[in-house]
């Protein structure tokens, strides 16, 4: 079992930053796949971006260029997002992938809203 608890969520100006943080416990394989994905009301779960332990990423063509996706380990995933909009907001989910297991945080609300 995986446990994923995210954090760094909240209500920002239309513009402003933020950054959300994944922390990764329990049966953690050293060859993974961590990511992001959103929901906003009304509509299905989304990819934001992924990041391998070898670093390489993956981005949705709606950020990139804004969010900057990083890991320090193999534990701790983050989002770095900028330039903000109010299409943004959503829950952010982090996602846990390794072998046949996917494992999924409770999500952090992001409002992107003047």
């Known amino acids: 079992q995986v446990q994923l608890v995210e954090s760094g969520g909240g209500l920002v100006q239309p513009g402003g930053s933020l950054r959300l943080s994944c922390a990764a416990s329990?049966?953690?394989?050293?060859?993974?796949?961590m990511g992001w994905y959103r929901q906003a009301p009304g509509k299905q779960r989304e990819l934001v971006a992924t990041?391998?332990?070898?670093?390489?990423t993956n981005y949705a063509d709606s950020v990139k260029g804004r969010f900057t996706i990083s890991r320090d380990n193999v534990k701790n995933a983050y989002l770095q997002m900028n330039s903000l909009k109010p299409e943004d907001t959503a829950v952010y989910y982090c996602?846990?992938?390794?072998?046949?297991?996917?494992?999924w945080g409770q999500g952090t609300q992001v409002t992107v809203s003047s």
């Open positions: 990041i391998t332990s070898g670093r390489g």
């Open positions: 996602n846990y992938k390794a072998r046949a297991s996917i494992y």
């Open positions: 329990g049966s953690i394989f050293s060859i993974n796949v």
